[in-house]
Antibody
Framework: DVQLVESGGGLVQPGRSLRLSCAAS????????MHWVRQAPGKGLEWVSG????????GYGDSVKGRFTISRDNAKNSLYLQMSSLRAEDTAFYYC???????????????WGQGTLVTVSS | DIQMTQSPTSVSASVGDRVTITCRASQAISSWLAWYQQKPGKAPKLLIYAASRLQRGVPSRFSGSGSGTDFTLTISSLQPEDFASYYC?????????FGGGTKVEIK
């Protein structure tokens, strides 16, 4: 079975950094693009970032561009999100999600993790 | 960026009702649209992709249609487990964007 397990969330002060991880299992990780999607409590879904199977294709949402960096380690079946200059509006559940293809030109997310909560507050 | 507008934002319906949710894109996206269902405290679940293709394991009472800028998700006969929030998402170009969501509530 496909499993995506996020970790690294928690309480962080504004302006600080945090790194999220997503451990994948149950599928051939390096065949698929991967994404981060977030959801502020009680709000809708917001795509954060995506990365192709070979890291050649990367994209970011407008609200995080220049502050967040996505990466992957196919040898470790892991996806990462390095978040810097965090703001209160970054407070959300962060979901790791698997794409149905290896590229990032037709994003469709067929498996999602359970999410990790990031709270940005002083 | 492509803006996705869903309507209605909420709908009250009874078991057995037919429910239709619409999603409009700010520019043409061909058939690059997906629909997700989300229940409280859970991760979203893919229902429909490429506008009309049913994801494996999803009941056939769910269907999707449309192309270009206007899309529809239909639940033909609402079941108790279908009370949830539904989101559309365009897959045409970066940045990926979601609709604001539609909450299907019990009447």
């Amino acid at each position: 079975d496909v499993q995506l397990v996020e970790s690294g969330g928690g309480l962080v002060q504004p302006g600080r950094s945090l790194r999220l991880s997503c451990a994948a299992s149950g599928f051939t990780f390096d065949d698929y693009a991967m994404h981060w999607v977030r959801q502020a409590p009680g709000k809708g879904l917001e795509w954060v970032s995506g990365i192709s199977w070979n890291s050649a294709g990367i994209g970011y949402g407008d609200s995080v561009k220049g502050r967040f960096t996505i990466s992957r380690d196919n040898a470790k079946n892991s996806l990462y999100l390095q978040m810097s200059s965090l703001r209160a509006e970054d407070t959300a559940f962060y979901y790791c999600a698997k794409d149905i293809t290896g590229d990032t030109d037709m994003v469709t997310l067929d498996y999602w993790g359970q999410g990790t909560l990031v709270t940005v507050s002083s | 960026d492509i803006q996705m507008t869903q309507s209605p934002t909420s709908v009250s319906a009874s078991v057995g009702d037919r429910v239709t949710i619409t999603c409009r894109a700010s520019q043409a996206i061909s058939s690059w649209l997906a629909w997700y269902q989300q229940k409280p405290g859970k991760a979203p679940k893919l229902l429909i992709y490429a506008a009309s293709r049913l994801q494996r394991g999803v009941p056939s009472r769910f269907s999707g249609s449309g192309s270009g800028t206007d899309f529809t998700l239909t639940i033909s006969s609402l079941q108790p487990e279908d009370f949830a929030s539904y989101y559309c998402q365009q897959a045409r170009s970066f940045p990926v964007t979601f609709g604001g969501g539609t909450k299907v509530e019990i009447k």
